[in-house]
C-alpha cells in the first residue's frame, strides 16, 4: 500500500532554516505529483508546494523565493527546503501524493517557528 512519511521537522528561530523529507513507498514514485501542505491550529489545510515527476515545482506566493521543493527519484523522497522562516510558517506539515484519484498523506510533521 501507499506510505507516506515525513521527518526534519522542528523548532526554530525566525529567520532560521529546516529541510524537510518525505519518504515514498508503495508506488511508481516518479511518476506521480508530490505536495506538500501545512496546517496550522485553528485553519485550514493549504497547500504549499508541488513538484511533478519531471521536476515542474510551484508554490504559493507566501513561500516563493523562501521555500524549495525537490526530489530525487531514486530513493523515492521529496524535499521541503525552508529558508527564512517566519513564525506565520509554524504548522503540521503534510505529504501528498494521487494515485488514481485516492489522496494520501503522511502522519505530518511540526514545524515551530519562534519569534
Known amino acids: 500500500q501507499v506510505q507516506l512519511m515525513e521527518s526534519g521537522g522542528g523548532l526554530v528561530q525566525a529567520g532560521g532554516s529546516l529541510r524537510l523529507s518525505c519518504a515514498a513507498s508503495?508506488?511508481?514514485?516518479?511518476?506521480?505529483?508530490m505536495g506538500w501542505y501545512r496546517q496550522a491550529p485553528g485553519n485550514q489545510r493549504e497547500l504549499v508546494a508541488t513538484i511533478t515527476g519531471a521536476g515542474t515545482t510551484n508554490y504559493i506566493d507566501s513561500v516563493k523565493g523562501r521555500f524549495t521543493v525537490s526530489r530525487d527519484n531514486a530513493k523515492n523522497t521529496v524535499y521541503l527546503q525552508m529558508s527564512s522562516l517566519k513564525p506565520e510558517d509554524t504548522a503540521v506539515y503534510y505529504c501528498?501524493?494521487?494515485?488514481?484519484?485516492?489522496?494520501?498523506w503522511g502522519q505530518g510533521t511540526q514545524v515551530t517557528v519562534s519569534s
Open positions: 501528498n501524493t494521487d494515485v488514481w484519484a485516492r489522496q494520501y
Open positions: 508503495g508506488i511508481r514514485f516518479s511518476i506521480y505529483r
